[in-house]
């Protein structure tokens, strides 16, 4: 009687698995829901509608985009790691909902590396390091040097606190042991008209916006943040090659999923983005605002978010930044 209560046992817990298991060998069998941190028209917005249109094709089935917003996009992220791992509820996450906001604000409730799973890199973003001509610097190491020999005097302007031109800037004052007057605008295209004025020093600001100026002789340009150079600005080194290879910097984005999920459902849906981020289209929408392809499948991606947490958590609390 004994071995025919484990026996039924067994069979039992099978039978109440069989509807999981059938659900992940015909995935997806239903609508994905695609949870976008960011408002609807944002760029995060606008590149993951074009990501999802290629990627419903290839799925059979139709992407939902759920736009919630909050807490530089902590509220959507957090709303994804409780969501039922069986993946039909996603997440692109970014630099921000899974590299910073948990070292920036007190109030997340989730963590960014052991609450996900990150599927595959999407898409990313470099700043490049500019300077008013009337410095007269022309390299990082002159900036840095003069930075050490006279602390605080150069103000560095940025698009406000917490966003990617001030993070950019406490890993250059980390990894150099500088410190420089941050001034935090409202919006970084403030900062820079007073860069180009001369109201400000210096500033991290996003390649595409400041490589105009910088071809006009406006601002002069020292470094990229990515670590290969940017077709947009060939002829200016990244900070490996202006001798800083630490400060290296993205804004980036992924799809993610609740821990959990399967592995199965985990290698199908990185393989399809591989496939889908070959498509013209998205090359087109993603060069149309200075954006490139980061194809960075599963294992892979998910070591280098963990790296970027771990990253940025030494640095802001080094500094002693922090957010409401």
């Known amino acids: 009687m004994t071995i025919n209560r484990r026996q039924f046992s067994a069979a039992a817990g099978l039978l109440s698995l069989s509807p999981m298991l059938r659900a992940q060998e015909a995935y997806p069998a239903r609508p994905i829901t695609l949870v976008v941190p960011f408002s609807a028209g944002s760029v995060v917005d606008q590149q993951t509608r074009v990501i999802a249109r ?125 410190r420089f007057t941050h001034v935090p605008y409202k919006a970084s295209s403030a900062a820079l008209v007073d860069l180009i004025s001369g109201n400000v020093d210096a500033m991290f600001d ?57 592995e199965a459902i985990v290698k199908r849906l990185s393989a399809e983005v591989t496939e889908t981020l070959r498509s013209p289209e998205i090359k087109s929408s993603l060069d149309a605002v200075g954006s490139f392809i980061i194809d960075m499948p599963h294992p892979e991606f998910q070591a280098y978010v963990a790296h970027e947490a771990a990253k940025w958590t030494e640095v802001l609390r080094t500094a002693g930044v922090s957010l409401e």
């Open 54 to 178: 290629v990627l419903s094709t290839r799925l059979g089935q139709p992407f939902v985009i759920d736009n919630k917003v909050g807490v530089s996009g902590s509220i959507g992220a957090e709303f994804v790691s409780r969501a039922a791992p069986d993946g039909y509820t996603l997440l692109v996450g970014t630099q921000g909902t899974q590299g910073t906001n948990s070292a920036l604000y007190k109030t997340i409730r989730y963590d960014p590396v052991k609450d996900f799973v990150a599927i595959h890199g999407l898409s990313g973003n470099a700043n490049v390091l500019v300077v008013s001509p009337h410095l007269g610097i022309g390299t990082v190491a002159e900036l840095v040097a003069y930075a050490r020999t006279n602390p605080g005097k150069l103000n560095f302007g940025s698009g406000g606190n917490g966003t990617s031109g001030h993070l950019c800037l406490e890993l250059l004052q980390n990894r150099t042991g500088t």
């Open 206 to 262: 996003f390649v595409q916006t400041s490589a105009p100026h910088i071809r006009n002789g406006k601002i002069r340009a020292l470094a990229v943040t990515r670590g290969q150079r940017m077709p947009m600005l060939p002829d200016v080194p990244t900070m490996a090659e202006a001798g800083y290879p630490g400060i290296e910097a993205l804004s980036w984005g992924g799809l993610f999923a609740p821990a959990k999920t399967p």
